[in-house]
Each structure stands twice: as C-alpha cells, then as structure tokens.
C-alpha cells in the first residue's frame, strides 16, 4: 500500500471516528434522536470518500451513483437533524431542490466516468453538486432553523466548505489542465480535494459538538 493511498484512507476513517464518537454521544443522551441523525450524517460522508477518486483508481458509474446517494442521504440527514434538535413542528426539507441537484450531479458525473479517460468532468460535475447541496442545505437552515447566535457555527462551515468546492470546481482546468483517471493522485487536486474534505469534516463535527455541548449545558441550567 502507497503513500498516497494511506493518505487517502485518513480521510474517511477520520470521518468515520467523528461518526462513532456521535453514536457514543447519543448513548448518553438517547431521547435525543437528532445526535443519531447526526452519526448518520457522517456515515454517509464516509462511505462517500471510500467511493470517491480520493481511495479508489478506477471509479465506475456504479460507484459513482452509490457515493452521490449516499452524499445526497447525508445532506438530507443533515438537515432533518437540525430540525430534530430545534424541536421544529413542521420541518421544511428542501426535498425537490436536493434531489434535483444530486441526480442531475450524478447522471453527469456517471456519464462522464463512462464516457472519457479525463477525470476533469468529474471533478466539475461532483465538486459543483457538492457545493450547490451545500449551499441549499445551509440557506435552508438559516431560512427555518437557527435562532441563536451560536447556531450560526454549522451555517458557516457549510458555507465554507461551498465557497472551498466553488473554488476547486472553478480552477481545475485552469491550472492542471486534462487530468487522466490513473494520474489522478499524483495532482495538486488530489491534494486540494484531500485538503476540502478533512477541513470541512473537522468544522462541520466541531461545530455540531459544540451545539451538543451547548444544549447539555442549557439542560442542566433549566433542571437547576
């Protein structure tokens, strides 16, 4: 196993111990179903970098329709959590806008896996999906859900991470130029991607645990 394989496998399995450590959230807390969802959210995003180019070489259609459902899963996750955790009668999950998004993304993305040796339109395909999900699933918890200050913490690292993903949809061609499929890890984007990934794991599970920590505080002030 090389170098830029392992490098690839600390992504995922980071994502994967945030995952686990909301599970033993949960089991603390286990009237709060929202920190489950929350588990699941991560979950998904795992088994998505396992599918991604970032571990495997030869990315199949197949591969790439089962990563995008289970980004697609994450994003819905994501936002019903907050709703949970808002106690929010009426949740107001922006379904048509996500699935219209993920299934376009994703019959791009397959069509262009099958279709030429570059990765280049995978790329653009998957990175615009991603941060138009992003995007989406930010502005609608903004819209409905936050009402503190400190709620802002999630809206701003899923920002962050559309701006990240705008930003390297945007400069693929410009700077790399056609990318083949099996030079992929040898790139500077590789290295970007690997970068976005991590980044946005750590402030999106950093942001959800200091809300965590922040509703367990405000429950043991109103018991008291």
Do not use: Y
Request: hydrophobic content about 60%.
């Amino acid at each position: 196993m090389d170098i830029n394989h392992l490098s690839g496998l600390f992504v995922p399995t980071v994502v994967a111990m945030f995952a686990t450590a909301f599970v033993i959230l949960w089991l603390f807390q286990k009237q709060k179903r929202h920190i489950l969802g929350f588990a699941g959210v991560f979950f998904m995003f795992a088994i998505a970098l396992i599918l991604s180019p970032i571990m495997l070489t030869n990315i199949t259609p197949p591969i790439v329709i089962i990563g995008n459902v289970a980004v697609i899963s994450g994003f819905f996750l994501l936002v019903w959590s907050i709703f949970k955790r808002e106690k929010k009668q009426g949740i107001h999950i922006p379904i048509w806008a996500i699935t219209t998004v993920g299934i376009t993304g994703t019959i791009t993305t397959a069509w262009a896996t099958a279709a030429f040796d570059s990765i280049n339109l995978q790329i653009v395909s998957n990175t615009t999906m991603f941060s138009l999900l992003c995007l989406i699933s930010a502005a609608c918890l903004k819209q409905h859900a936050f009402q503190k200050s400190i709620e802002c913490l999630i809206f701003w690292s899923i920002m962050a991470c559309s701006v990240q993903l705008s930003v390297l949809a945007g400069t693929t061609f410009f700077f790399e130029g056609a990318i083949e499929n099996a030079n992929f890890k040898e790139t500077g984007f590789w290295v970007a991607i690997n970068l976005i990934a991590i980044t946005s794991a750590i402030l999106m599970a950093l942001s959800i645990f200091v809300l965590c920590a922040f509703d367990s505080f405000t429950d043991a002030r109103d018991e008291a």
